[in-house]
């Protein structure tokens, strides 16, 4: 028997194995179970049909590896940088940085309702703090981090960008706005995500 998916506790793998073990007729349990805590567990739930799309690509730069191969680490004063590259179509950019505090915040954002979508296949880097970006440095609380990045064909949002929302807060506004048809009322969203699990470190 093979698992695969996420769970949110250690526990919880554990204690799945256990149970698929006992079961009458299992021999060999292989399970590719990775760790997500809360609030990564609900972004891969909440973010499933986006995540799965083709379209949008991103990537941290400069972060080393961890003992999960799906997870990179970033230790204090390490620059926070991102590479995406949007769809093959032009699309609207939205970067959430979910931090262990448990703020959302926000690192680029379409500006205003008359912002332009990128062109296709735009090669976009946030922060690292080259060519005029910031230079987001990692500090405490340390902890398991996500970087979300979410393309949209449409307009998610019309307002101002937030400076920063509370994980819950961002969860329910981007669930709202999948569901939400784009302005005019015709056809179905077309979006695209990544997320990129991290874990921050003190030196």
Do not use: K
Not at 112 to 139: C, E, K
């Amino acid at each position: 028997m093979r698992f695969t998916g996420f769970v949110g506790a250690a526990d919880d793998r554990e204690r799945l194995r256990r149970a698929a073990a006992a079961l009458p007729g299992v021999g060999r349990v292989e399970a590719d179970i990775a760790l997500r805590p809360w609030p990564q567990c609900e972004v891969y739930l909440s973010f499933a049909e986006a995540l799965a799309a083709q379209g949008v690509r991103a990537a941290l730069r400069d972060a080393g590896p961890s003992g999960d191969a799906t997870v990179q680490v970033l230790r204090a004063g390490d620059s926070l940088a991102i590479e995406v590259t949007t769809p093959p179509w032009p699309a609207y950019l939205y970067v959430t940085y979910l931090q262990a505090n448990g703020e959302a915040v926000h690192l680029n954002w379409p500006r205003g309702t008359s912002a332009a979508a990128l062109p296709p296949g735009s090669r976009v880097v946030l922060g690292g703090g080259a060519a005029g970006q910031p230079n987001w440095r990692i500090g405490p609380p340390y902890g398991d981090e996500m970087v979300v990045v979410v393309a949209s064909a449409s307009p998610l949002f019309l307002g101002p960008m937030p400076a920063s929302a509370t994980e819950r807060e961002y969860l329910t506004s981007f669930r709202r706005a999948f569901l939400t048809r784009p302005q005019g009322g015709t056809g179905q969203r077309t979006v695209s995500a990544v997320a990129l699990p991290l874990q921050t470190q003190p030196r």
